[in-house]
């Protein structure tokens, strides 16, 4: 029994002690000699990245990677390459980045801080906030409504974590995932679902019933998302971020989010003047 | 691979707060799962050898339902396909109440009720025919038979496939995070939103896990050597 304990406890702390002294990532060299940019993207996250009737992955954010960064990457490696599509869920993303699985995340992850130190993000795509989904004609109208009630938001999101610190009055319920979060504010088992306003945006849209539900509230965090990258690969993400420049100078940027994000599009939610002069900032407009 | 570890985001801030708050729960649900798991598979154990028919199908089919359905099922059945069920002020004093962790216990425990039925079920037919048969010779009733000769001996006989099914038991409570139970699982994966450190919240789970399983396989282990029926199975020295 020890001997299996101390075999084990070896194999951990060798684990340990080897990783940090492996060399810095190159992933434009890696994408050099495969062909292929893997990304980690997300199933069930519409507009973004998800799949749809036709079974098709498709999305905002997989446009993006695909109309923009994948001709700037291309010149970068110089040659031709092929995008392959990994889900990749908020607790596993990280790992799949830095284990090598995927490239580049490109799904619907917002740039914190904290993860600043375990990855490095791109230019900020797209840019929301928390807000609350409520059932229509419910008392919540935002966040200083909120307190005593049930609210349920998706473990791993940063909008759970403001609830706790700053309003520990509300009773949070943490699921793993939107769908249970959902059916929990369908039965009752909440009174509210907390997450970025636009993922809120996108169960509206796709509900039996939109108009049952109401998105309510300015607000309460920001939320820039951005793609993450293995850290310190600064070649990589030169490539990455003139990608998406290219797609803001040009105007395609805001074709595509036309296209997904506009009145006729798989969510609306349009893009408001602040929003905008936000996203133009960062290319220096 | 290029990763840098740091483990100390499992002491500092509150990780090691929510460590323990995680493990707390995760031992509080096991336990009272394994107490409604061990009721009902003694009882559904024991009806599946009674001779009677109907209470042997009753049995059988509580047995074949429930664990031939897997526990994440079981979870959302209990906590979104039951309460609503109830009157609506009802629904809204249990939610107020740690209905997910309520609906977590039940689940776990009517799942893994079916599976200990099997073992104790086990443990009473490797016990020879004659013994019932002298026992309702003595005089005894069906029911003092099993309660007095038939069930005590199982349960000395059954202790090890027994505390392999605990084992499954405190494990598969981890799958309650998906109701929102906040057990040591979800703890762990909470520590990664806030430090982004996967493989350092991954491992002290997995330590964690690994210790409170030993523990229990050594106490149970003791059990086992103490309770050994001699004659029956005391030939069989564990170590």
């Not at chain 1, 600043?116 to 807000?131: H, I, K, M, N, P």
């Not at chain 1, 805001?254 to 969510?267: D, Q, T």
């Not at chain 2, 002491?11 to 649900?29: A, D, I, P, V």
């Not at chain 2, 209990?78 to 609906?103: C, I, K, S, T």
Request: one cysteine or more.
């Amino acid at each position: 029994m020890s001997r299996i304990l101390v075999l084990m406890l070896a194999v951990v702390v060798a684990f340990g002690a080897a990783a940090p002294s492996l060399a810095q990532p190159d992933t434009l060299e890696k994408i050099k000699g495969s062909g292929v940019l893997t990304i980690g993207t997300r199933t069930g996250s519409p507009p973004f990245a998800y799949v749809n009737k036709n079974n098709e992955w498709v999305g905002f954010t997989i446009d993006l990677v695909e109309q923009l960064v994948k001709p700037s990457v291309e010149k970068a490696v110089g040659r031709q390459i092929k995008i392959e599509k990994k889900e990749s869920t908020p607790p596993t993303r990280i790992p799949l980045l830095t284990s090598n699985a995927v490239d580049l995340i490109a799904g619907t992850m917002t740039d914190t801080p904290q993860r600043r130190e375990s990855v490095d993000f791109s230019l900020t795509f797209f840019y929301t906030g928390a807000q609350f989904l409520v059932k229509k004609g419910s008392p919540i109208h935002g966040i200083n409504d909120v307190s005593g009630k049930r609210v349920a938001a998706q473990q791993g999101a940063t909008n759970a974590k403001i609830l706790r610190e700053k309003y520990p009055q509300v009773q949070l319920r943490e699921f793993p995932d939107q769908p249970a979060a959902f059916q929990a504010l369908a039965q009752g088992q909440v009174d509210a679902y907390t997450n970025d306003g636009i993922q809120l945006a996108g169960l509206k849209a796709k509900a039996p019933n939109p108009n049952e539900w109401d998105v309510v509230g300015d607000f309460y965090s920001e939320e820039p998302y951005g793609m993450a990258m293995r850290k310190g690969d600064a070649k990589f993400k030169a490539a990455v971020d003139a990608g998406l420049k290219n797609g803001f100078d040009s105007g395609k940027y805001f074709e595509l989010y036309e296209k997904w994000f506009g009145p006729k599009g798989e969510v609306p939610y349009p893009l408001t003047p602040q929003v905008k002069a936000y996203l133009l900032k960062q290319v220096g407009k | 691979m290029r990763y840098t570890f740091n483990w100390s985001v499992l002491w500092s801030g509150q990780s090691g707060h929510w460590l323990l708050q995680g493990l707390l729960t995760t031992l509080e649900l096991s336990a009272l799962a394994w107490l409604l798991a061990v009721a009902l598979g003694i009882l559904s154990g024991a009806l599946r050898t009674v001779p009677f028919t109907p209470l042997r199908l009753a049995a059988i089919s509580y047995v074949e339902f429930f664990r031939n359905v897997p526990l994440l099922v079981w979870m959302f059945f209990w906590y979104f396909g039951v309460p609503p069920l109830l009157p609506r002020p009802a629904q809204d004093w249990l939610f107020d109440h740690g209905a997910e962790f309520w609906a977590a216990v039940v689940a776990l425990g009517v799942y893994h009720g079916a599976r200990m039925s099997e073992v104790i079920r086990s443990g009473i037919q490797s016990i020879p025919r004659t013994q019932f048969e002298a026992s309702v010779a003595m005089g005894l009733t069906t029911f003092q038979a099993y309660r007095l000769i038939i069930l005590p001996v199982a349960l000395r006989l059954i202790v090890p496939p027994g505390t392999n099914e605990s084992l499954n038991l405190l494990k598969n409570s981890s799958v309650a995070l998906t109701i929102s139970v906040a057990e040591l699982t979800f703890q762990t994966r909470q520590i990664e939103t806030y430090t982004a450190k996967a493989i350092e919240a991954l491992t002290a789970g997995t330590l964690i896990y690994l210790v409170l399983c030993l523990s229990i396989a050594t106490i149970m282990a003791r059990v086992e050597r103490h309770y050994a029926i001699p004659g029956l199975i005391s030939r069989t020295r564990t170590t």
